[in-house]
């Protein structure tokens, strides 16, 4: 069972890493059209689902081997980024999706390329503490 858990973690995080790929690639270029934003919409129906699949997952793994994680600061700030990736995506992502599909078409600004390569930046960095925590087990 272990096992299973653990490659259903790693699928969901290979999930939210891609489709944070997904919409940073989107939101990459200017200028930035509705057809384009529209997109993001499932992107932002996917990934928290992966990240309800990681918290799954990775709750079932931090209950079978506390002793490893509770002392683990990689493990910690792991979870600090995760929870600053969450409140990235809810209070600052979704609202400007939703703020540009609202624009017409000509008016709308890319500002979200910066925020989805922040958002990129951390999921990188979650997984590579991930890998690191991992390795260090």
Excluded: C
Excluded at 68 to 95: C, N, P, R
């Amino acid at each position: 069972m272990h096992l299973s858990v653990l490659i259903l973690h790693v699928v969901g995080a290979g999930i939210f890493v891609g489709a944070i790929t997904v919409a940073t690639y989107v939101t990459f270029r200017s200028p930035l059209y509705s057809a384009r934003i529209a997109l993001l919409k499932p992107l932002q129906v996917i990934i928290p689902l992966a990240t309800y699949a990681q918290l799954a997952t990775g709750t079932y793994l931090f209950l079978t081997n506390l002793e490893h994680f509770v002392y683990s600061e990689l493990f910690w700030l792991k979870m600090i980024l995760y929870a600053a990736d969450g409140l990235l995506a809810t209070f600052i992502l979704k609202k400007r999706v939703e703020a540009d599909l609202a624009q017409g078409e000509g008016q709308i600004k890319n500002n979200l390329r910066n925020s989805y390569l922040l958002q990129l930046l951390i999921a990188l960095l979650i997984i590579s503490f991930a890998v690191t925590v991992g390795e260090s087990h």
